[in-house]
């Protein structure tokens, strides 16, 4: 990417303001957010528009790895911008993705690579040779053990521990404060010391029903497997 002084937040967010701060300690103005709640018109003192049409470059500001995945896959072929605070420490060899948003007091050593489009939030610590696919957010004081791997679209909550050499799937929630010590399969929700598969949330976006609430919130559940979450949604 070229190198340029601004950037644009898609999603108008408690996490926008975390990001915004970051950018602006890497002299890069925040030109404006964006947002599909029409109700959204401000925050942070920033203006909030409601269409990127040729806005760029973008950083994705939405700490949930599902809804950031469908704004920018409905974005399509866009130009995004990866950022680290001053105070994270990456080993040279640590490789980001584009779009990814690395926190403060985060430590990512040698030989880690980060995919495109994720959160390594707040005083995370990857390890040597982590590999964390794209679309993954990894909460604050999350710490991640040599060699491990967690799969693509995967949230990892606050303060939870992966031991060395395991490998977490694809679209998985892990509750806060989970110890994972053995391999956690694709879609599954999981939490506690040790981790234990709760439920699976497989094919999230096929076979999730969908209530609205109002105020750019839906309830998602699963008629598989009863699983019922409240998030915020692109229109
Ligand atoms: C795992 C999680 C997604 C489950 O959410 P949920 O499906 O809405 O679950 P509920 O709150 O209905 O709780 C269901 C049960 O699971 C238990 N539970 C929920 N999360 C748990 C966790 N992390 N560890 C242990 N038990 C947990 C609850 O105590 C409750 O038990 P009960 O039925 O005996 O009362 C959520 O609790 C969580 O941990 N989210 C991560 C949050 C986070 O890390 N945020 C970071 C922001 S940057």
């Known amino acids: 990417m070229e190198q340029t002084d601004k950037v644009y937040l898609y999603g108008a967010s408690g996490h926008a303001k975390v990001v915004r701060d970051i950018v602006k300690l890497s002299y890069i103005d925040v030109q404006c957010l ?3 709640n029409p109700e959204v018109n401000e925050l942070d ?4 528009v409601h269409s990127a049409e040729g806005l760029s470059p973008i950083i994705v500001t939405i700490g949930d790895c599902l809804m950031r995945r469908k704004i920018v896959e409905k974005l399509g072929d866009r130009e995004y911008m990866t950022v680290v605070h001053p105070k994270a420490i990456l080993a040279d060899s640590v490789k ?3 779009g990814t948003v690395v926190m403060a007091g985060a430590l990512l050593n040698p030989y880690t690579v980060v995919g495109d489009h ?3 939030n707040t005083g995370a610590s990857l390890d040597h040779d982590v590999k964390i696919g ?3 957010h990894i909460a604050p004081h999350c710490t991640v053990c040599g060699g491990s791997e967690v799969g693509g679209g995967t949230w990892l909550g606050a303060g939870s521990t992966v031991i060395q050499g395991v490998k977490i799937g694809m679209d ?3 509750g806060a404060g989970s110890v994972v010590v053995k391999d956690i399969p694709d879609g599954c929700l999981c939490y506690g010391n040790p981790a234990r ?5 497989n094919n999230m976006n096929m076979t999730m029903q969908k209530i609205e ?3 750019g919130k839906k309830r998602f559940f699963s008629l598989e497997c009863g699983y019922s979450l409240e998030r915020r949604v692109a229109a």
């Open 134 to 136: 794209d679309f993954v």
């Open 96 to 98: 980001l993705g584009m």
């Open 34 to 36: 964006i947002d599909d």
């Open 45 to 48: 003192g920033l203006t909030v």
């Open 172 to 174: 998985c929630y892990i």
């Open 197 to 201: 598969v709760i439920k699976q949330i």
């Open 213 to 215: 609430l109002g105020g």
């Open 118 to 120: 994720c959160i390594i």
